[in-house]
């Protein structure tokens, strides 16, 4: 079993900077995958990125590309989101995931935590 828990979210300007983070527990979590999805306010949820177990293979949607990058820390068993250039398009509920089952299901999410980009 896993438990995620995000933090870092908040209130932001447009063209600033947030790091979000998901602590997990359980002593498995360097075996897992990782990644980060996120929701809107009246839109589908969106796949943002993922990191192998390793952090040696990272996989960024398309649409933050350049702007975020995942990474992670084994030893204190957290994945980080750190995301540039903030647009109010990024304005959502992030999402911490980890074990992929493939076809965009994963078996842990952890509750989220809201970013908000004003403009």
């Known amino acids: 079993q896993v438990q995620l828990v995000e933090s870092g979210g908040g209130l932001a300007q447009a063209g600033g900077s947030l790091r979000l983070s998901c602590a997990a527990s359980?002593?498995?979590?360097?075996?897992?995958?990782m990644g980060w999805f996120r929701q809107a306010p009246g839109k589908e949820r969106e796949f943002v990125a993922r990191?192998?177990?390793?952090?040696?293979?990272?996989i960024y949607a398309d649409s933050v590309k350049g702007r975020f990058t995942i990474s992670r820390d084994n030893a204190k068993n957290t994945v980080y989101l750190q995301i540039n250039s903030l647009k109010p398009e990024d304005t959502a509920v992030y999402c911490c995931?980890?074990?992929?089952?493939?076809?965009?299901?994963?078996?842990?999410w952890g509750q989220g935590t809201q970013v908000t980009v004003s403009s």
């Open positions: 990191i192998s177990w390793s952090g040696g293979v990272t």
């Open positions: 359980g002593r498995t979590f360097s075996s897992y995958a």
């Open positions: 995931v980890a074990g992929p089952l493939g076809g965009g299901r994963w078996s842990y």
